[in-house]
């Protein structure tokens, strides 16, 4: 019950979040919500493991995974943007298919043993920083570094270059970033890729450096619905959705880390004496999403925040309205 | 690419055109469109299990022969359509809403476990007579599940809270909650599942009628399906037929022409969630005292509520449609469990999706073959 190792491996499982949230963040700006992510997260964590068993490149399974993922969110990308069709029931049909695809195709990935994995370093000179240099800049996966580099780029992107600026013009008002010649279905069919390849790399985050190996659907354990609410707790802002991915992080940690000593906080520890009382704890991280949801939807009210305006609706050409 | 479209047009002189659809397709169209769909995703399927290894032809076949082969097979497979049907049924009149929820698994896990604490609590003495014990059982699950409907429903009427999400987390927080009781309280013996029921608290099956119709043994098809048929019933008495089906109907086709007839959208969102939670929770109810007489997570968290969300689309949400296509997903659901690999059925489940929101497309635009030099 090291406060310290908490927050640091708070911070290493949070990453697999904070890579599934900004990318669901860049499809919802574009205006498609993408129910997908559990399922494109699977896709990912399995075509990971897959290809650095088959290659022994971590890196490549990394790649292989943020490809196959991306590829997978043009199903949504085509029957919602070009059939128009409802994005809530496509979401979801996403998440069956690839949950189905990568049970399939990882059959037997469970007894492949270890593999290389990607790569842990300390940051010299960062890492002597007093608190934080343990926690955030000491042993950490490439993955994690990769993942601070990841929120001011996104943030700095989106709100602040021309491209952010049109990605937000198609999301909130189609219609009149149409008539300033930006294609809205170019751009909504790119952000949905990138957002397939960002839930590609949180999956191939999990197989490859948090937690490794595959182990069929209990890989993500609803994770990809975790980042979903999470994207309107940040309220479609990655520097939140990177305070809510690492408080995420800890909070898997500590639950763990909870069951562990015979004495806690001087009282003789329910969780360590009748281990069923464990089942309470696992159910923190859900019951905490819907909490995290209700926070986020009354702060949206209150400040008229809110989702991006055409989030939800297929651009149909020509219909007034939109 | 552009070599074949330049070509196209001039030797050819035939474009395809898309076109809204204008006036209401003919009503055989949407079943010939859905039964389409499900012939394409047959075979993107067969693709897929080819790929990883498997054979096709076989699986399906295999399918077909172990779900409807003959009547004790058939029997099994009505057994796996049970919870599916009242599943299905509860997701269909949440969607009828426009209102997601995806919870019904977690409802249906909840209906279970209220079934249960009537017999293991114990709320009622073993020696209940059936009627009575049923009877309760029945209403345990429902109110368990309406409850567990009801938390969502109040959160996205009070708050706003993205109902997708919440039903989806309260799944989870459902598997944990019966975790606990059969890992600890109710555990027998160390193992992971609570004591069988008494049969005073077993619903109904056929072979027990095999004394006077030796025809019935074996069949393990028991009133869980009787208990289905009702509600669908009911349910399509409830949308089609009375004025708080019109008013959820409404609702789900134009929330402003609702908002301004004057019908209370906030009430109905947390009563339509309690109505589906309950049908779900029937459900748990039916497959506990039906089929599993324990409680246990493994046979009851088995997808069923998730398999409910793609039966109910695919039967339009027509309640009468729901039992016929259960039964089809039942069939997939039992020979699945033979086949390698064993996530075919969650993948062919997964497709057949995705190729029916697709082929909507085709019921509300019209693909034309036009002449090239017909236009411009």
Known sequence: MD???????????????????????????????????????????????????ATGNPWLGVLAAMLAAGLISQIHAFITITLQADQVVSGLALTFVGT??????????????????????????LSQIPFLGPILFTKQSVLVYIGYLLV????????????????????????????????????????????????????????????????SELTTAGQGWIAVGLVIFAQWDPVRAMFGSYAFGALRRLILDIQGPTILFGFNNPFYYNPYWGFFLQMLPYAFTVIVLVIGSREAIRKRLGAPAALGNPYVRGERGK | MTETTSSQKKSMGFKIRVEPRLDEPPAWHPVLVSLGAIIVALILGGI????????????????????????GVLSDT???????????????VAFRMKLWNIGAEGQFIMGAFGASAVVLAPLLAEDTPRWLFLTVMAL????????????????????????IISTLMMN????????????????????????????????????????????????????????????????????????????????????????????????????????????????????????VHRLQTSPLAAGYGFTG??????????????????????????????IQPSGVPKMIQGIILVSLIASDFLLRYRIRIVRADAEE
């Not at chain 1, 205006?31 to 399922?39: A, D, I, P, R, T």
Request: net charge positive.
């Open chain 2, 172 to 291: 989870y927080i459902a598997v944990a909650w019966i975790n606990f009781w059969i890992f600890g309280v109710w555990s027998e013996g160390g193992f992971q599942m609570s004591p069988k029921f008494p049969n005073n608290a077993w619903l109904p099956r056929l072979l027990e009628y095999a004394k006077t119709y030796p025809a019935l043994r074996g069949l393990t098809t028991h009133a869980g399906l009787l208990l289905g048929i009702i509600a669908a019933v009911v349910l399509w008495l409830i949308v089609y037929r009375s004025r708080w089906g019109y008013e959820i109907r409404l609702i789900g086709d134009n929330p402003h022409a609702a908002k301004y007839a004057g019908i209370n959208i906030t009430g109905n969102i947390i009563y339509v969630m309690m109505l589906s939670g309950a049908l779900a929770g029937l459900g748990g109810m039916s497959e506990v005292s039906g089929v």
């Open chain 2, 140 to 163: 345990a699950g429902m109110a368990a599940g309406a409850i567990w409907g009801f938390i969502p429903g109040y959160l996205k009427a009070k708050f706003n809270v993205n109902e």
């Open chain 2, 48 to 71: 897929l299990i080819s790929f990883a290894g498997g054979d096709p032809i076989k699986s399906y076949l295999h399918i077909a022969d172990a779900s409807f082969g003959d009547t």
């Open chain 2, 309 to 338: 969300i793609i039966v109910a689309w695919l039967a339009k949400l027509n309640p009468i449609v729901i039992v016929l296509v259960s039964v089809l997903f039942g069939a997939l659901i039992l020979a699945g469990r033979e």
């Open chain 1, 3 to 53: 406060p310290i190792i908490i927050l640091q491996a708070g911070v290493a499982t949070g990453t697999v979040l904070l890579f599934a949230t900004i990318g669901e963040i860049f499809a919802e700006r574009s205006g498609v919500l993408n129910l997908g992510v559990e399922g494109m997260m699977l896709i990912g964590a399995m075509t990971a493991f897959s290809t650095t068993i």
């Open chain 2, 78 to 92: 009505i057994v796996k359509a049970t919870p599916i049907l009242l599943a299905a049924l509860a997701c269909s």
């Open chain 1, 152 to 215: 001011p780029l996104t943030w700095y992107y989106i709100n602040h270059t021309r491209p952010g600026l049109n990605l937000r013009a198609v999301g909130e008002y189609p219609s009149a970033a149409d008539s300033l010649g930006i294609s809205v279905f170019r751009l909504r069919y790119f952000y949905v890729f990138i957002g397939g390849m960002m839930a590609g790399l949180a999956g191939a985050t999990i197989s490859l450096a948090v937690a490794p190996g595959w182990f």
């Open chain 1, 100 to 125: 189905g695809i990568s049970l399939v195709l990882g059959e037997g990935l469970s007894k492949a043993g270890t593999v290389s994995l990607m790569p842990n370093f300390s940051i010299p000179l």
